[in-house]
């Protein structure tokens, strides 16, 4: 069964090419519901799981998503997507394991990100927060 990678998780246990397969899918059948219900957006299930629906996009659009291991401890560098402390958004980090160098990289790749949303069909705006980290909030675009 397929499960989005959030990027609080464990690692993608499947072979790569195969991941790439079922993300494709599950994006594309995102992409048929929005086309059914007329929406010119983010359709009524991706509002109500904002936070598995961005991450979707992202690994769709080939941003890879960060992990864990079962001690919490970051083990991939990439994208982690949860609730924002704002209603109606979800936020965005890029992390990843000690000395892994996600800090310096952040800001261009959360720029991706945005962009990839964007395409998607959500806002994504960039802000720095506690120690100068830079984080996403995400929203459905204005009008959809």
């Given at each position: 069964m397929?499960e989005v990678a959030?990027g609080?998780?464990?690692p993608v246990?499947?072979?790569?090419e195969?991941?790439?397969?079922e993300?494709?899918?599950a994006?594309?059948?995102?992409l ?5 219900t ?16 961005v991450?979707?996009?992202?690994e769709a659009?080939g ?6 291991e079962a001690?919490?401890t970051r ?5 982690r997507?949860?609730?924002s402390e704002s209603?109606?958004m979800v ?5 990843g394991?000690?000395?892994?160098g996600a800090a310096?990289e952040?800001?261009?790749r959360l720029s991706?990100c945005?962009?990839?949303l964007e395409?998607a069909g959500?806002?994504a ?14 929203e459905?675009l204005?009008?959809?």
């Amino acid at each position: 069964m397929f499960e989005v990678a959030t990027g609080d998780g464990p690692p993608v246990s499947v072979p790569a090419e195969r991941r790439a397969a079922e993300v494709r899918a599950a994006y594309e059948g995102l992409l048929q519901i929005r086309r059914v219900t007329g929406s010119r957006g983010p359709a009524s299930w991706e509002l109500n799981q904002m936070v598995r629906a961005v991450a979707l996009a992202l690994e769709a659009a080939g941003v890879p998503p960060s992990a864990v291991e079962a001690s919490g401890t970051r083990t991939v560098t990439g994208f982690r997507v949860r609730l924002s402390e704002s209603p109606g958004m979800v936020r965005v980090d890029w992390l990843g394991p000690t000395g892994s160098g996600a800090a310096q990289e952040e800001e261009r790749r959360l720029s991706e990100c945005a962009s990839a949303l964007e395409t998607a069909g959500w806002e994504a705006l960039l802000y720095r927060g506690p120690r100068k980290r830079r984080f996403l909030e995400v929203e459905p675009l204005s009008g959809t």
